[in-house]
């Protein structure tokens, strides 16, 4: 329900502009596929997904001769539910850490201004609802206000926070977050990472430093690097995506601010892009507007 309220804005135009595109047509023919090629595009699918998508559709057609626009939702459906699944993308429903796995570190990525620091504050709330102990590292030391916008969130969600004096080394940060987090027996540890895209060598040198300073402490961390994307940037997430996965292996993407977004298929062009799993949606500004993202529910609330 709540998926639906956050997905709204991209719900009605998407699927008003697939109702448009089809409108007055019982088959699919070229028409229907060049507007439906639009329409994914506008909605920032990507321009490779949709022809990927397109490119199955016109499979379908060939091999069953037939195809009504009545079936063209169902079929869709079916093809971004596979693109999805293609990339691991979308079984959970909960928020979950694998277990046997503790503590379980969480590096996150991302420049500035996506919603890195709201989906720690949110991540770091929700784990906790589960009861599990969190620990965070304000390892982005590049910039006075995000240790500050990290401690607001470590105080929101009553969990520790380690810092350090701004422009302090971001792997040393990192090295006591998770020394701290082992003393205190914490089951998750996050560590925010400065995001500054213009020097590609500085943040590929500093995320390796960052990541072999904790393995000093726990062998196979991070378990999970997180890339946060801004669902609301179209172009430039994809561009970030591009440049973070050259810089780091990112195994997991948070996409924000889909609540304020007509173009929800950010989420469906990234991962098939990247082959990288969607994990987890940013709906809101709120404390829980943050959802583990769930395939079938996506599809849905975009088809409903
Ligand atoms: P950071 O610089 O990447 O750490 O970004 P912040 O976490 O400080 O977020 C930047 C702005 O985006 C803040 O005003 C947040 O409240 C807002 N924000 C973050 N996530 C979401 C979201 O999912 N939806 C909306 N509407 N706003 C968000």
Do not use: C
């Not at 950010?266 to 994990?279: A, E, R, T």
């Amino acid at each position: 329900e709540t998926l639906d309220k956050g997905l709204e804005k991209s719900k009605t135009s998407f699927f008003s502009k697939l109702s448009k595109a089809v409108a007055g047509k019982a088959k699919v023919d070229d028409d229907v596929l060049d507007n439906l090629e639009e329409v994914l595009v506008s909605s920032d699918v990507g321009v490779d997904t949709t022809l990927k998508i397109i490119d199955r559709i016109e499979e379908r057609v060939a091999r069953d001769k037939y195809l009504g626009t009545d079936e063209l939702n169902q079929i869709l459906r079916e093809e971004i539910a596979g693109l999805l699944s293609e990339t691991n993308t979308g079984d959970e429903t909960d928020f979950t850490i694998p277990k046997n796995t503790k503590p379980y570190v969480l590096m996150v990525v991302g420049v500035n201004g996506v919603g890195k620091t709201t989906t720690i504050g949110k991540l770091a709330s929700q784990f906790k609802k589960k009861g599990l102990k969190v620990v965070l590292g304000a390892a982005d030391t590049f910039r006075a206000a995000a240790i500050d916008q990290l401690q607001v969130w470590a105080d929101r969600t009553d969990v520790p926070i380690v810092r350090q004096e701004m422009g302090s080394d971001p792997a040393s940060v990192a090295f006591d977050t998770v020394q701290s987090g082992i003393n205190q027996n914490a089951d998750v540890i996050i560590i925010d990472t400065a995001g500054r895209l213009h020097n590609k060598v500085n943040l590929m040198n500093e995320l390796s430093k960052i990541k072999r300073v904790m393995q000093k402490v726990v062998p196979d961390a991070p378990h999970d690097v997180l890339l946060v994307l801004d669902g609301s940037t179209g172009q430039n997430a994809f561009e970030q995506a591009k440049q973070f996965t050259k810089a780091t292996e990112v195994t997991s993407l948070a996409v924000t601010k889909l609540d304020g977004t007509a173009k929800g298929g950010v989420v469906i062009g990234i991962s098939d892009q990247f082959q990288i799993p969607v994990k987890y949606i940013g709906v809101g500004e709120g404390i829980d507007d943050l959802q583990v993202f769930n395939k079938h529910e996506f599809v849905d609330s975009f088809f409903k």
